[in-house]
């Protein structure tokens, strides 16, 4: 095979087309995944000075993910970022919600050796919260090709706090989109 069908091949598969020489067809379609995606306890404690991930989202197999939706040159088609994280606060035999906690957040892709793959998204707390329905008001999240991220690896939201505490999983939401490619086996 020469240099440029081994070319073709590669930005076919990018496309949308054949993948890896495996026959199979891929689909792409926007997702928009929750925080019942992402976490699996009911707090996650966070300290201050450092990102720490506040929940993973493993890909499965013949599925590959990448973050945001669309293009940034169309509004009307890209993903929109909505992140509210508010502190645990225990009380009345349960967790409840408490104040909003402030700081950063970023959005990452790891390889199923928890290797960082890469960083696509980073902003304030403050700009995520504007509204889960009005685009208007919401960060765009256009579709970013590069991590890919295959079976076994997984997509994190991580968060560096301005002051310690505990992210309550009940009461905090995250609306992040994706681009979900399923490749079909022949």
Do not use: C
Not at 24 to 30: I, K, R, Y
Not at 46 to 62: A, F, I, K, N, P
């Amino acid at each position: 095979m020469g240099m440029f069908d081994d070319f073709a091949k590669k930005a076919q598969a990018l496309a949308g087309g054949n993948v890896g020489g495996k026959g199979g067809a891929v689909e792409e379609f926007p997702r928009t995944l929750n925080e019942d995606d992402f976490m699996g306890t009911t707090a996650v404690a966070v300290v201050t000075g450092s990102y720490q991930v506040l929940g993973t989202y493993t890909v499965l197999s013949q599925q590959e993910y990448m973050w945001g939706q669309g293009e940034k040159q169309n509004d009307a088609n890209q993903g929109y970022v909505y992140v509210s994280l508010e502190s645990a606060v225990h009380g009345g035999g349960g967790v409840l919600g408490g104040t909003q906690m402030e700081g950063k957040v970023r959005l990452t892709a790891y390889d199923a050796n928890d290797r960082l793959l890469g960083v696509v998204f980073e902003e304030h707390t403050s700009m995520l919260r504007g509204s889960k329905t009005n685009r208007e008001l919401k960060i765009p999240l256009p579709l970013f090709r590069v991590p890919l991220v295959a079976e076994d690896s997984y997509l994190a939201i991580e968060f560096k706090p301005e002051a310690a505490g505990t992210v309550s999983y009940t009461t905090s939401e995250f609306l992040l989109p994706v681009t979900n490619r399923w490749i079909s086996q022949k």
